[in-house]
């Protein structure tokens, strides 16, 4: 089962997945496709508020922001890791709970960066956003760090996400019974 969508005049066919047995999403991987991953970023670009610095969490917003920040002329974005590295120092840290991750996750945020984000405009992209979990711990991680969220992006706003006034995306994804269907 395939869902097709049109993300801001990009064609794709999303497979539909299970996340339980009454509840299956269309899996959106930006990875790999190019010719949507520069597509997209132009497009939230031009409905972008103004910001000093861009941030996502690890893994598949890092395409998107790097090619935002390339299109952008800005040279700088920032990542909030899946786990610490050794490079890493006075770390952040906060909790998340993924509709796509099984169990608790942390994000990571190196004191370095956290430093260069005090005092400045910091816009959250992801590439999807479901329950808001992993937007509200990216939110924790710079307002901890000293930053004003300027913005929340993504390009799919799926589910309840939708009817957020908060988030600027480019397309809505439903959420799918397990034949197939839209869930109302």
């Known amino acids: 089962m395939y869902y097709n969508i049109d993300i801001a005049g990009m064609k794709r066919d999303l497979p539909l997945c299970p996340v339980n047995e009454n509840l299956y999403i269309g ?24 910001y000093d610095y861009l941030i996502t969490a690890e893994s598949k917003g890092i395409p998107l922001v790097y090619e935002m920040a390339r299109q952008s002329g800005k040279n700088k974005y920032f990542l909030a890791r899946k786990g610490p590295k050794l490079y890493m120092r006075d770390i952040f840290d906060v909790k998340v709970n993924s509709i796509t991750t099984a169990k608790e996750q942390h994000l990571y945020l190196d004191g370095n960066d956290a430093e260069l984000m ?15 979990e992993s937007l509200a711990a990216l939110e924790k991680l710079v307002v901890a760090a000293g930053g004003i969220v300027c913005g929340r992006m993504a390009i799919l706003a799926e589910g309840d996400a939708q009817e957020r006034g908060d988030i600027r995306y480019l397309q809505k994804l439903p959420v799918f019974n397990p034949d197939g269907t839209v869930k109302e």
């Open 118 to 132: 005090k005092g400045k405009r910091i816009l959250i992209v992801d590439d999807v956003i479901s329950t808001g």
């Open 27 to 50: 899996a959106f991987v930006i990875f790999g496709d190019v010719e949507l991953t520069v597509h997209c970023a132009k497009k939230l670009l031009e409905i972008a508020p103004e």
